[in-house]
């Protein structure tokens, strides 16, 4: 058996053996499926594996995909944000939330904390040597602090 011709971008060029599809084939069904592989290869009765492979090997068709993929998702963003903006004006919480959680920051609204100016903080890595440095009678005061601690947690164990 001879192998089917193979070319680069001539639209007329059979480059699937055995099918005869071509460029152009492959090009019109990824167009018809919107850049889903696996409805171009249904269309054009080869597997999904068949269509990435042609649409790596060829640059008219990898063009086509990319073109088709950020069209989609462009598309799929925008039905998302109007969504989204529908729930807002419904007055769905979550949406509420959302929107002031991610876009409400210079507003004081959000889950983080924007500063502006000048922040100073004492930072350090080794409590031991905080707690050495603190005076006696502190370090008593903490001790009977975290011992208190101690035995409300114990107690509220008991109670279970």
Known sequence: MGKSPRSGDKQGAPTAKGRG????????????A??????????????????????KRH???AKLYDDLRTNRNTR?????EEK???????GKPWAVRYVLDSHGGERGYGSKLQLSGEVTANVTADPLAD?????AERRREKIAELMSRLADRAVEGSDS
């Open 59 to 61: 640059g008219s068709l």
């Open 84 to 90: 989204l903006r529908s729930a807002v004006e419904e």
């Open 21 to 32: 599809r071509t460029v152009k084939d492959y090009h019109q069904a990824l167009e018809m």
């Open 76 to 80: 799929n963003l925008d039905m998302a």
């Open 131 to 135: 707690y050495l440095a603190m005076p």
């Open 34 to 55: 919107r850049g889903y592989p696996a409805v171009a290869a249904e269309l054009l009765g080869v597997t999904p594996a068949a269509v990435t492979h042609m649409v």
